[in-house]
């Protein structure tokens, strides 16, 4: 009998709602007030010491400050009010650290809802090419004064792959509504899209660029011949198409070339290639005077330019003579991302 009543009580208990907890939890503490009441322990039902001593020997915890005084209170705390209240005490916290648990889980499997915005939202999942990705993008946050979110947005059956780094969703299809609500794409400033077919990475761009026009958004391709297809319908969508082939053609009349470009692309040695927008305070400023004050004062070069409205236009090696005007937006190489600039300096004596 003893192991079909412990099953029952078993399923009874794991079935419970939190109200029905919450029902329970009343009725244990009416009931040892009640008992009490009766028992003659007026101290222990004192509105405020009943609540503290109730909580403190149900729990087992047992400071001894208070405690029954008649034989009746005695035989009631050890069959009935310590027993019941542990019971219920270990349902309750059993039940919070599943609730925990759960939690947990689901944002490790890409089930919660996110509430964020101007995050870095990356849309696919390539293995090691894409966490090799978020690592990068974790060491560049760590370089800007601001402090993005990194989202990590997928199809595939896995789980978070960097938990505590990263925010993560799991869905469906990437051109779902309620599914991209939840890693919450129009609110992101920036999504990069890779995925392994090329196909799924056009109607991604074109699905984000008609949620989210204002953001900045990179579309790998693999097929080159896809890159026009997309920026005739999405110009503002960069696309970054494969340059390995390019990259063995140039060192092989040019050996280094290959390693030269991999450096600059490398955050973590030697010199790498950054870009900083001009204030909105700043006068208009002579690309001489920037090449100049770059590498005397920052040990920086300039190696191109792009006009505010003309985003995606980049000039590499512009005129010393072009004016650029506030919102304009300057490359250079550098051993570290300038933090600060002293826009004064760049102005024409």
Not at 292 to 306: F, N, Q
Request: one cysteine or more.
């Amino acid at each position: 009998m003893f192991p079909i009543l412990r099953k029952m009580l078993s399923r009874v208990f794991a079935e419970m709602r939190w109200y029905s907890i919450v029902l329970a939890l009343l009725f244990y503490g009416l009931t040892s007030w009640v008992l009490l009441y009766l028992a003659g322990e007026e101290t222990l039902t004192q509105s405020v010491d009943f609540i503290y001593w109730l909580v403190v020997t149900g729990s087992t915890v047992g400071y001894g400050d208070l405690s029954p005084s008649t034989t009746a209170g005695k035989y009631l705390v050890s069959f009935y009010i310590i027993p019941l209240g542990l019971s219920i005490f270990a349902l309750v916290l059993g039940r919070i650290a599943s609730w925990v648990s759960n939690q947990w889980q689901k944002g490790a499997r890409g089930l919660k809802s996110l509430d964020v915005k101007d995050h870095i939202l990356v849309l696919g999942w390539n293995g090691h090419r894409t966490i090799r990705l978020l690592e990068l993008l974790i060491r560049e946050r760590a370089s800007i004064e601001d402090d993005p979110v990194i989202v990590l947005c997928v199809r595939a059956d896995i789980t978070n792959p960097l938990p505590g780094q990263i925010e993560f969703v799991k869905v469906a299809t990437f051109s779902n509504d309620a599914d991209m609500d939840r890693a919450c794409v129009a609110k992101a400033s920036v999504v990069l899209m890779d995925n392994p077919e090329d196909d799924l990475t056009m109607t991604t761009a074109l699905y984000c660029s008609q949620r989210n026009p204002e953001a900045q958004m990179v579309a790998y391709f693999n097929d080159e011949s896809l890159v026009g297809l997309l920026q005739k319908h999405c110009p503002n969508v960069e696309c970054t198409p494969s340059v390995a082939v390019e990259m063995l053609a140039k060192s092989a009349f040019d050996p280094g070339s290959s390693l030269l470009h991999h450096d600059l692309l490398d955050i973590n040695h030697g010199q790498a290639q950054y870009s900083v927008c001009i204030p909105a305070h700043i006068p208009p400023l002579k690309i001489a005077n920037i090449f100049e004050t770059l590498k005397r004062k920052y040990r920086a070069t300039l190696i191109g330019m792009a006009k505010a409205d003309e985003k995606l236009n980049i000039q590499v090696n512009p005129d010393l003579d072009l004016m650029l005007s506030p919102g304009d937006k300057i490359f250079y190489i550098a051993d570290e991302r300038i933090i600060k600039f002293q826009w004064n300096d760049f102005e024409e004596k």
